[in-house]
């Protein structure tokens, strides 16, 4: 069974940073290009980065260009998104999201929350 | 302002079917057979729900069903159930976009 949990949210201060982290299993990770897409509290779905299978390749969505960096670590079945400079508008939830050569997203965590509040 | 058009709210009564629209333009809905729809219960992890326009992954009922039209995609549900109620998201393929899709805004589906 394909599972991806994330974990590393919390509360922080504007101007300050958190690590997201998604473990993945079921699935042969390395084999698959992994996103970000956060859910901002009363806002839809906003896609926030991408990064290829083997982690050599990274985008990001111009909001958080700068300031955010995305990684993975295929031996240990790891996602993770490195948040730094953040600020209030940068509030949602966290959701991994494997891609498929569909380019749709077939497998979700059930998301991880940051609240970034002075 | 979402890429993809979506009405904002639809509702219906148990049993009874409805139609979510999902309005892009030639460069992602039209041009490509990768149209995908999500549901999306608050608080739990957004499911797949139809991918390529029209297919269903496995485990997915039967009463969604996906179709296409011009820049015009459409997620049907029939038969609703008072389950079927969260949000529903299309997502198009793309080469326009550094993430290589675009979202549409949502849909918040009522059960009445």
């Known amino acids: 069974e394909v599972q991806l949990v994330e974990s590393g949210g919390g509360v922080v201060r504007p101007g300050g940073s958190l690590r997201l982290s998604c473990a993945a299993s079921g699935f042969s990770f390395n084999d698959y290009g992994m996103n970000w897409v956060r859910q901002a509290p009363g806002k839809g779905l906003e896609w926030v980065s991408r990064?290829?299978?083997?982690?050599?390749?990274?985008r990001y969505a111009d909001s958080v260009k700068g300031r955010f960096t995305i990684s993975r670590d295929n031996a240990k079945n790891s996602l993770y998104l490195q948040m730094d400079s953040l600020r209030v508008e940068d509030t949602a939830f966290y959701y991994c999201?494997?891609?498929?050569?569909?380019?749709?997203?077939?497998?979700w965590g059930q998301g991880t929350l940051v609240t970034v509040s002075s | 302002q979402s890429a993809l058009t979506q009405p904002a709210s639809v509702s219906g009564s148990p049993g009874q079917s409805i139609t979510i629209s999902c309005t892009g333009t030639s460069s992602d809905v039209g041009g490509y057979n990768y149209v995908s729809w999500y549901q999306h219960h608050p608080g739990k992890a957004p499911k797949l729900m139809i991918y390529e326009v029209s297919y269903r992954p496995s485990g997915v009922s039967n009463r969604f069903s996906g179709s296409k039209s011009g820049n015009r995609a459409s997620l049907t549900i029939s038969g609703l159930q008072a389950e079927d109620e969260a949000d529903y998201y299309c997502i198009s393929y793309t080469t326009t976009t550094t993430s290589g899709v675009v979202f549409g805004g949502g849909t918040k589906l009522t059960v009445l």
């Open positions: 999201a494997r891609r498929d050569s569909s380019a749709s997203y077939d497998y």
């Open positions: 990064i290829n299978w083997s982690g050599d390749s990274a």
